[in-house]
């Protein structure tokens, strides 16, 4: 299995402002996936980030709101940028199993924004 | 794409019952099923998961179902108790699309003691 550590946990931000958020896995991996929940809703891919190359998004998710950086195979950040209340929500980074495919979460960071 | 349909949104249930959870899913071409417990505060969990080529699989109190022709599968939980309550997601992907899930909307379960 593998550790994903993400930083921060949680935050309370003001509107128009930027947050990045960080993953850590334990080990090596090509694919990260950033996921983001809304408030009691189910969870939706912004984005896959590739170590080496620009993070592909999901439709209805563009990089100038959601820069992603990919400098390493074991750390990404996501960074939510010019932020409005509709952005509160738990953003979680998940990695691969090498093996079975399995999907890992991390544990989340819930962003609440006034 | 795909897309995934997940009933009931809630369930409550008496510890001891069973509990089940259904999703549908769109996408004939999906071949893993995975399902995920999320606890409060913390990420979702992987409880179990199906393949394509499989109809049931089991473990301990969980059992999932597949009915590749109908495009549903279901989440068997047996003789609840109250460290089951959370909430659930199912999920459905091609494995070939590199593991990029399609979550349903999530059923939360109640187990009263």
């Known amino acids: 299995s593998a550790v994903i550590s993400q930083k921060p946990s949680r935050d309370i931000c003001q509107r128009g402002t930027s947050l990045t958020i960080q993953c850590q896995v334990d080990?090596?991996?090509?694919?990260m996936f950033w996921y983001r929940q809304q408030p009691g809703q189910s969870l939706t891919l912004i984005a896959t980030?590739?170590?080496?190359?620009?993070?592909?998004?999901e439709s209805g998710f563009v990089i100038d709101k959601f820069p992603i950086s990919r400098p390493n195979l074991t750390f990404s950040t996501l960074t939510v940028s010019n932020m409005s209340p509709e952005d509160s929500s738990i953003y979680l980074c998940?990695?691969?199993?090498?093996?079975?495919?399995?999907?890992?979460f991390g544990e989340g960071s819930r962003l609440t924004v006034l | 794409g795909e897309n995934v349909e997940q009933h009931p949104s809630t369930l409550s249930v008496q510890e001891g019952d069973s509990a089940v959870i259904k999703c549908t899913y769109s996408?004939?071409?999906?071949?893993?099923f995975p399902w995920y417990k999320q606890e409060l505060g913390k990420g979702p969990q992987l409880i179990i998961d199906?393949?394509?080529?499989?109809g049931e699989k089991k473990d301990q109190r969980i059992a999932v179902t597949l009915n590749k022709t109908a495009k549903h599968f279901s989440l068997h939980i047996t003789e609840t108790q109250p460290e089951d309550s959370a909430v659930y997601f199912c999920?459905?992907?091609?494995?070939?699309?590199?593991?990029?899930?399609?979550f349903g909307g999530g059923t939360r379960v109640l187990v009263k003691p």
């Open positions: 998940s990695v691969p199993s090498r093996g079975t495919g399995e999907l890992f």
């Open positions: 080990s090596q991996v090509t694919m």
């Open positions: 980030a590739n170590q080496g190359s620009e993070a592909t998004y």
């Open positions: 996408d004939s071409a999906s071949n893993y």
């Open positions: 199906i393949r394509s080529n499989v």
């Open positions: 999920a459905a992907t091609l494995k070939a699309a590199g593991n990029k899930l399609t």
